[in-house]
Structures are given as C-alpha cells and as structure tokens.
C-alpha cells in the first residue's frame, strides 16, 4: 500500500548550509533515502527549493490566477516528499518517525487513492 | 448461562475472530451483529448450544461471506475486498474452532483492543470504537453516554471505520517492543470511559453508572489479556477501589457528597476486596506506575474506617511520588488537599496558589470546580471569609452541571449564615 509522506518544517530550524552540522545533516538524509531503497519501500522522493520559490495558480471564470508564495502561508513550510510503498500504517509511521526533519518539524502521512484500471 | 452472558463473553472474542479471518471492521462488526441477531431468534426455540462460541463464530462466518459476496456483485470496486472469500471459505470450521487455542483467542482480543485505541485515531473515535467493537454497546447506547444524538455518533464511527480502511490500519497483536506503549493508549481509552461515567462535565445526572461498568469490564478483559503489565493491574484496581464508593457519592437530590461525608457503610467490600487483590498483583511485579500509585491513593481511602482516621501521611506520599511522575495540576490538586489534611489550612493554600502560577505542571484548574470549592473549604477554615466566599463564586461559574450548582450555591449560603453571624451588629 503506497503513502505519501508530505515533509513540513520551519526552515529556520534547518541546520544552515554554511555550519558545521550541515554535511552530517545531509548525510542522514542520503542514508534515510538509501534505507528506504533497500527496504524495497521506495516510490519516489525529491527534495523542493524555498516556499520563496512557490507560484500558485487558480483559474476562475475561465482567467487565469497566479500569485507569488506558497498556498498556505505558515511558519512551517513542505520542503519534500516521499512516496512509499508498505504493508500498512504501522509501517509508514515508523518510516515517517526516521526522517531527519521529524525531529523538529512535522510529517503527514497520507493514503495515496488507489484506481484499479 | 442467559444470552446477556453469553453476549457479554462472546462478542468481542466473534468480532476478533471476524476480523482476523475478513481483515475488516466493519465487514466483521456487521457479521457478529447478524450472527447474535441469528442466535436471539434460534436460541429461545432451540435452546443455548453447548458451544456459543463455535456456533456464532460458524454463523457469522457465514454471513460474513454473504456480505462480502453482495458487496462484491454491487461495490466492485471497494478496497476491502482486497481480502479473498476463497481463504475465508475454506477456512476454519466450527470443529476446528473450538480446537483453536486459547492463545489465539487472546491474541485476536488484544489486537481488537490495540487496533481501537490506535493513535492515528482521535480519541474520541478511540473511546466510541472501543464501547461499539470491543465492548458490544450499539450505537444509540454510545450517543446517550455521551450525551450527543444518534447521527453524530453514528458519523464519528464511520469516520474512524473509513480510515482505519483507507489508510489501513493494522488489527495485529503488538509485538514486545510496543506492548507496553500500545496497551498503555487502551489505559488511557478505558480510564477516560471511567471518568466520564464518573464525573459527568455536562449531565444533570452527576454519575453514569453504565460508562463505569463498560470501563470496569475494560480494564478487566485487559488484565486477562496482558496479565503481565503493572499499570493494566493498576488501571482495574484503580477503577474497582473508586467505584466500589459509588453508592454512597450522590444525595437523593443527585448532588455530589465529598469523600468526608460519604456514608462508608454503603460501600461495596466485595468490590473494594477485588479492588486490594488487583492492587496487591500490580505491586507484585516491583514497578510503580501512575495508575498504580493512584490505586494504592484509592485503596487508603477505601480502606479508612472514618476520613478523618485515613492514613494521610501516606496519602501525601503516594501524591508526591504521583506528581514527579505525572506533573499535572490536577493531581497538585489532590496532594493540596491531603497537605491540608497533615499540614493544616495554612500550608495547603500555598499549595493550592502555587498551583495556579506553576509553569511545569500540564493542565490548568483555573476553571476546575474541585479547585475552588477545596481553596473556599481550607480559606474558610483560616477565617478568610470573604475569599472563600469569592472562590466559591468562582466555582459556580465552572461549573456546567445543574446539580452541581446547586449544591455549591447551598454551601455558599451555609457560608454567608456564618459570616452574618459573625458579623458585629
């Protein structure tokens, strides 16, 4: 059964690229990915730049509408995602409470809706 | 053996059973639903089997297949029918049932238990599921407990029951790393059931004894089925020791009576004697726990021949071990008032104001009734009339239960008498 887990947090609380926590800090997030990959639980992950980045887009009445920022203005931010592949919640909870972030941000964990084809 | 007994024993090991074999909650609750529905019909013109359980398990078993068999003619595409009607089918037979060991039987319970009270639930879906699936209750049952209508609590289930299918939580036995933590969550379900049947925050009636018997009954098929944690022990002793008083906590107005001037004869000795014997198991295994230090605070009170004769020294004790393991406001609370009863007023408004400025207690009693009613009592005691005039002012004001008011507003002119009184004319 496949669920994603959508990976919020403050960026704030990011070890900053330029400190010395930064290697180690990416380096458990290289090993958390080739963890998953072993395990066979692997769908798909990826990493998203700043919510100073993020454009949203509605279309109303035919027009469209696209403004600066993310869709919810908060603190806390997604910055990834992961897609996994396992047994039941059970497990998709303990692979959410091992992602880096879980430590001081917050992990959702979601279903993906299966359509039989 | 009456069908309410054999009910009582028979549903949550059906529905258990149920789910093993379908893998879904409400394929199975509706099975075991038919199968006792089957049996009242069959039961009174035929007599009770001499195996129930096989024969309800055969029944509903076979209505389970029923179901699964509509649902998949006219719901094709519904996910829970991910589990196969083959293996169902071919499966265990009536005689094979009854050869089923023991072990199983309780394995399946407690992953019935575990499953209800799972933490991606919310936990008032955790209580609702636990008084519908484990303990038999039918819905309207569970709505008047809780005092919402019918529909709301029909939603609020099938809510719970769509995610658990959705999102697929697991209905397994925990393994021995999560034992603890997974039957310590089924604590918190039963003890909130207990309290409240106990202490209604929005009844006119103050008490429901029927929520106190369900969570009784809980705590009860837990311990049998993990005889080996100290808190599961604490939690039926606790709840045993505390409603083994309640004949004698009501007047005949339905108002509240404090443990001081409670009627110590109305009180159940069986239950307290049962109550002792759970505490006394809880303790055998060397592990203190906070159900289990509120059970030995119980079991003092219980045990006490007059309030005034309790063994307060030891009430405080229990308390102040309580309160580094559970830093709460509520049990601050409660080691108040025995500090008041082995230190005298003085000390225990201290430590009924500190409680109010604490930043490390979880909790707040600033709209508790119980806090300002026992700051009125030890105030008045120190001739602070006016205060505790003004604290139990505060007390109505917390207040959301009617009985409750009026009792506080009958103290609160008992106490005004005295202050006329004293008063200079």
Redesign the interface.
């Known amino acids: 059964?496949k669920y994603m887990l959508l990976l919020a947090s403050n960026p704030a609380d990011e070890p900053a690229p330029d400190s010395e926590s930064f290697g180690p800090y990416m380096g458990e997030w290289a090993a958390y990915s080739e963890a998953l990959a072993e395990a066979g639980a692997m769908v798909a992950g990826e990493a998203l730049q700043g919510a100073d980045t993020a454009s949203t887009v509605q279309v109303r009445d035919g027009k469209r509408i696209v403004t600066d920022g993310p869709f919810i203005e908060s603190k806390e931010v997604i910055g990834g995602y992961y897609v996994i592949d396992v047994?039941?919640?059970?497990e998709a909870?303990d692979w959410a409470a091992k992602i880096p972030n879980s430590h001081f941000g917050t992990v959702e964990?979601r279903?993906v809706m299966?359509f039989?084809g | 053996m009456g069908f309410a007994d054999v009910f009582r024993t028979e549903w949550p090991r059906l529905v258990a059973t149920l789910m093993r074999d379908v893998g879904d909650l409400a394929i199975a609750e509706d099975a075991a639903q038919d199968a006792f529905v089957e049996a009242s019909t069959r039961w009174p013109l035929d007599g009770i089997p001499d195996r129930p359980g096989a024969w309800l398990v055969t029944t509903g078993r076979r209505k389970a297949i029923d179901q699964i068999r509509r649902m998949r003619r006219f719901e094709d595409?519904l996910?829970a029918l991910a589990a196969d009607p083959s293996t169902a089918e071919s499966g265990r037979t009536a005689s094979s049932y009854a050869d089923v060991d023991r072990e199983q039987a309780l394995d399946d319970q407690l992953a019935l238990l575990v499953g209800c009270c799972?933490p991606?639930l919310a936990s008032e879906a955790q209580v609702a599921l636990t008084l519908r699936i484990v303990a038999g209750l039918s819905t309207p049952q569970i709505a008047r407990a809780f005092l919402v209508s019918e529909e709301t609590m029909t939603r609020r289930l099938t809510r719970a029951k769509t995610k658990i299918r959705?999102?697929?939580?697991?209905f397994?036995p925990p393994d021995m790393d999560t034992l603890a933590e997974r039957t310590g969550a089924v604590c918190e379900v039963i003890s909130s059931i207990f309290t409240e049947g106990h202490a209604s925050a929005t009844d006119t009636a103050l008490i429901r004894g029927d929520l106190c018997e369900e969570a009784i009954w809980l705590a009860e098929l837990l311990s049998r089925l993990v005889p080996t944690d100290p808190e599961v022990a604490g939690l039926h002793a606790l709840l045993l020791l505390t409603d083994a008083r309640r004949p004698s906590r009501l007047d005949s107005h339905g108002g509240p009576i404090l443990l001081a001037d409670q009627d110590r004869s109305l009180w159940d000795q069986p239950m307290i004697a049962r109550g002792l014997a759970e505490l006394a198991r809880a303790h055998s295994f060397h592990r203190g726990g906070a159900f289990q230090f509120q059970a030995a605070i119980a079991a003092l009170h219980a045990t006490a021949p007059t309030f005034e004769a309790t063994d307060w020294p030891a009430v405080l004790r229990l308390y102040d071990v309580l309160l580094q393991r559970q830093p709460s406001a509520l049990v601050a609370l409660n080691r108040a008032i025995a500090i008041d009863r082995v230190h005298g007023p003085a000390a225990a408004v201290v430590a009924l104001d500190a409680i109010l400025v604490a930043d490390d207690l979880t909790g707040d009693v600033d709209d508790y009734v119980y806090f300002h009613t026992a700051r009125s009592d030890v105030l008045a005691r120190l001739g602070r009339l006016d205060d505790a005039d003004a604290a139990l002012r505060r007390a109505i004001e917390c207040s959301t239960n009617e009985s409750e008011r009026s009792f506080l507003r009958r103290r609160r002119q008992d106490l005004n008498e005295v202050v006329d009184l004293r008063r200079p004319r």
């Open positions: 059964m047994a039941d919640l059970d909870l964990v279903p299966e039989d | 595409r996910p799972h991606a959705a999102a697929n939580i697991p397994d």
